[in-house]
């Protein structure tokens, strides 16, 4: 990733774990940065007992890492976060309930906006509300997948996802949103 006409991770020399806590089974990270420096990764909780997800932050650029603090977002699988021109922080993610079940799973993919530029942790990301973007329903085979996301010049928001919905394949959808859809 470059950012700032210099390479973000030139100092990394290997793994860099972000997350080691016993009991929880961590995964599909997403990191965040302000000003071409890594202030934080969020993450999935992947142990099927309906944990929402978690972010660490780090004040070394990545080098070390906070412990794990809890969010809102119940069931995010495949975090995406990224910060808006307003300042405040946008998700997207499809929602895993902890059911193994294939008809009840990655039925729902949502949105959420979160005010967090004090990273104090009993704050950050605590200030949130989520926008339900689309619902699976596809009763066989659900599948709403992997989202992207952009914020265009006219600060609209322009997300993709693929989704089964009537199907037999998933196929590739598009939102248009706005903050104030929140």
Same mark, same amino acid.
């Given at each position: 990733?470059?950012?700032?006409?210099?390479?973000?991770?030139?100092?990394?020399?290997?793994?860099?774990?972000?997350?080691?806590?016993?009991?929880?089974?961590?995964?599909?990270?997403?990191?965040?940065?302000?000003?071409?420096?890594?202030?934080?990764?969020?993450?999935?909780? $992947?142990?099927?007992?309906?944990?929402?997800?978690?972010? %660490? +932050?780090?004040? !070394?650029?990545?080098?070390?890492?906070? @412990? /794990?603090?809890?969010?809102?977002?119940?069931?995010?699988?495949?975090?995406?976060?990224?910060?808006?021109?307003?300042?405040?922080?946008?998700?997207?993610?499809?929602?895993?309930?902890?059911?193994?079940?294939?008809?009840?799973?990655?039925?729902?993919?949502?949105?959420?906006?979160?005010?967090?530029?004090?990273? $104090?942790?009993?704050?950050?990301?605590?200030?949130?509300? %989520? +926008?339900?973007? !689309?619902?699976?329903?596809?009763?066989? @085979? /659900?599948?709403?997948?992997?989202?992207?996301?952009?914020?265009?010049?006219?600060?609209?928001?322009?997300?993709?996802?693929?989704?089964?919905?009537?199907?037999?394949?998933?196929?590739?959808?598009?939102?248009?949103?706005?903050?104030?859809?929140?």
């Amino acid at each position: 990733i470059w950012m700032s006409d210099s390479l973000l991770f030139d100092k990394w020399t290997g793994p860099v774990v972000v997350a080691d806590k016993r009991g929880f089974n961590f995964c599909e990270g997403s990191l965040f940065c302000v000003n071409g420096i890594i202030i934080g990764c969020m993450m999935r909780e $992947n142990s099927r007992r309906g944990d929402p997800s978690f972010y %660490c +932050l780090s004040y !070394d650029n990545g080098f070390s890492w906070s @412990n /794990p603090y809890k969010t809102r977002m119940f069931g995010c699988h495949r975090p995406v976060i990224g910060k808006l021109k307003s300042g405040r922080w946008l998700t997207t993610y499809r929602e895993q309930t902890c059911s193994t079940n294939k008809k009840y799973w990655a039925k729902n993919t949502i949105a959420c906006l979160s005010e967090s530029d004090n990273w $104090n942790p009993s704050y950050s990301f605590v200030h949130s509300i %989520c +926008l339900n973007l !689309d619902h699976d329903r596809n009763n066989m @085979n /659900p599948d709403g997948g992997y989202t992207g996301w952009v914020q265009l010049r006219d600060d609209r928001i322009f997300i993709v996802n693929y989704i089964t919905d009537f199907y037999d394949r998933p196929y590739i959808k598009y939102y248009i949103i706005e903050e104030n859809d929140f």
